[in-house]
């Protein structure tokens, strides 16, 4: 037989064999549609993250239109590849294309189970590792003017976030610095964590992070229900502020942050309230120090004047006593000096005395003299080699010898 006559036995054998409807649970690996509004799937089984399954998927243009507006109303989310879903199908094969399964329905309550399941998972996950609180224990800096964005630079909430900063009524000044990510699709793990990992590297520059984004479907947040995003949120060294812009369900990343706000606008007026609370407590304490100062000046008046009073009668009795004090000491001083600087001039007298007994002219006068070689004075004889020329200085005069040699003691000249 041909093979086209093969294939035909074999979809004739399936179509027998399976004829019916079935209810079955997959995940959409893959999904495509087309520009004639087909939708082609790829449909996976998974166990301990290996593919034990697979089989290719469609939803026929007319079909798709109603069943995909039925699943994103119910699911709040439009189908898409990583959700599992459960799908009613019938088995098909085709001779030139292959086996496949055509998609009659789909139950969108299975896939919110599913995704509630995963972010209970997930934040399990997060509490038997004792991380789910971690950032929320962190004190928010009582001036938060040092912020760490993590946003899309295009995004319209990131524009919103510094728009309200740069205006506040207050014109208190903050510093922002954008760390660019993507906030949603397959991406936004990856840019994400890699945000945070950039901004810890330099952490002594900001007081908080904030992470924002602007509105979205339900779909476009599912991003933050990840466990890597979650995890590098509630490790961050410093408070983080989300504003993801959801109205209803906090997602993962909301629940570990710090505080969570519904719309970067709001995570504003949250910084903006947040150095208005200390402003207005200095200002507090600055008003209470002066009304505490002045009733102090007020209620001190008489007394300083009585003070003042007592302070200049005893100022002038104490300086009268010190005068006094002064006179006898200036005359005990006056005869201590005088007998000081007798004795001083009699000590300088026999200085003098000595110091002209010593000079060397004096001390030639009495017959010695000074033997000197190459400029300097002899001590010691025996620094002196033989035939050295030396210079013997004599009270009048001076001459120059030879040196035959060194004196023996039984008197004889060693080297003669």
């Known amino acids: 037989m041909t093979l086209h006559e093969l294939n035909s036995m074999i979809r004739d054998a399936i179509s027998g064999e399976l004829p019916g409807l079935y209810w079955i649970t997959a995940e959409i690996a893959e999904l495509k549609v087309n520009q004639k509004g087909h939708c082609y799937m790829e449909l996976v089984e998974k166990e301990d993250h290996k593919t034990i399954a697979q089989m290719r998927a469609t939803i ?23 959700i599992k879903a459960l799908l009613l199908v019938a088995v098909n094969y ?10 009659r329905d789909i139950d969108p309550a299975y896939t919110v189970g599913e995704m509630a399941l995963r972010k209970r998972e997930i934040i399990a996950r997060l509490r038997m590792e004792g991380i789910a609180d971690l950032n929320k224990e962190i004190s928010l800096p009582p001036v938060p003017q040092k912020i760490a964005v993590i946003s899309s630079p295009t995004a319209a909430g990131y524009g919103d976030f510094t728009d309200h900063l740069e205006k506040n009524p207050f014109n208190y000044k903050f510093y922002h610095t954008i ?16 945000a945070f990992d950039a901004i810890e590297k330099q952490k002594g520059r900001f007081d908080v992070v904030v992470l924002i984004r602007g509105g979205g479907s339900v779909a476009d947040l599912g991003c933050f229900d990840n466990y890597a995003i979650a995890s590098r949120i509630a490790l961050c060294p410093m408070p983080v502020i989300t504003g993801i812009g959801h109205e209803k369900d906090d997602t993962v990343a909301d629940m570990v942050a710090h505080t969570k706000m519904k719309t970067p606008t709001a995570v504003a007026e949250f910084l903006v309230s947040g150095v208005r609370s200390f402003d207005e407590r200095i200002s507090s304490v600055a008003g209470s120090i002066c009304m505490f100062a002045e009733r102090l000046l007020s209620g001190s008046s008489n007394s300083l004047a009585v003070i003042t009073q007592r302070f200049a009668h005893s100022a002038s009795h104490a300086v009268s006593v010190t005068r006094s004090r002064l006179d006898a000491i200036d005359n005990n001083m006056a005869a201590r000096l005088g007998g000081y600087f007798r004795n001083q001039e009699g000590r300088l007298v026999s200085c003098e005395q000595a110091a002209r007994l010593l000079d060397p002219v004096n001390v030639l006068k009495r017959g010695y003299s000074i033997t000197r070689f190459k400029g300097r004075s002899v001590k010691d004889s025996s620094i002196l080699p033989n035939g050295a020329i030396i210079m013997t200085e004599f009270y009048r005069g001076s001459v120059g010898s030879s040196v035959l040699g060194q004196e023996k003691d039984d008197g004889k000249i060693q080297g003669a």
């Open 60 to 82: 026929w243009a007319y079909e798709y239109r109603t069943l995909g507006r039925k699943f994103e109303t119910a699911a709040k989310t439009p189908l898409k590849s990583g």
């Open 179 to 194: 760390f660019p990510s993507t906030m949603q699709g397959d991406d936004a793990e990856k840019t994400v964590v890699a």
């Open 94 to 103: 085709h001779e030139l294309y292959g086996l496949s399964l055509n998609i």
